[in-house]
């Protein structure tokens, strides 16, 4: 059965940083594009970073350049997303998602994990 699972969140101090960790089961993550999202409480799931399948060409949104970083590591089938300088309005549950024929027009969507931060 195909899975993501997402682990690495928690609670961390303004300025802090986490490593979120997105493991795929049972598909070859590099030969899809892969994405970060994250939605806060009463607002829309928004696209945090993508990473094309293949070359690994990246994007993120404006309110996280230069202050998160995803990447992949096609040996342990994970996706990362490296979060420093972390904010209050970062707060939010994180998913991961993959893309691509396999997973029809909707995606698939791992569980999410809980990032707060707070002093």
């Known amino acids: 059965q195909v899975q993501l699972v997402e682990s690495g969140g928690g609670l961390v101090q303004p300025g802090g940083s986490l490593r979120l960790s997105c493991a795929a089961s049972?598909?070859?993550?590099?030969?899809?594009?892969m994405s970060w999202y994250r939605q806060a409480p009463g607002q829309e799931r928004e696209l945090v970073a993508s990473?094309?399948?293949?070359?690994?060409?990246?994007n993120y949104a404006d309110s996280v350049k230069g202050r998160f970083t995803i990447s992949r590591d096609n040996a342990k089938n994970t996706m990362y997303l490296q979060m420093n300088s972390l904010k209050p309005e970062d707060t939010a549950v994180y998913y991961c998602?993959?893309?691509?024929?396999?997973?029809?027009?909707?995606?698939?969507w791992g569980q999410g994990t809980q990032v707060t931060v707070s002093s």
């Open positions: 049972r598909f070859t993550l590099s030969l899809y594009a």
């Open positions: 998602k993959a893309d691509g024929p396999l997973f029809g027009p909707r995606g698939y």
């Open positions: 990473i094309s399948r293949g070359r690994g060409t990246t």
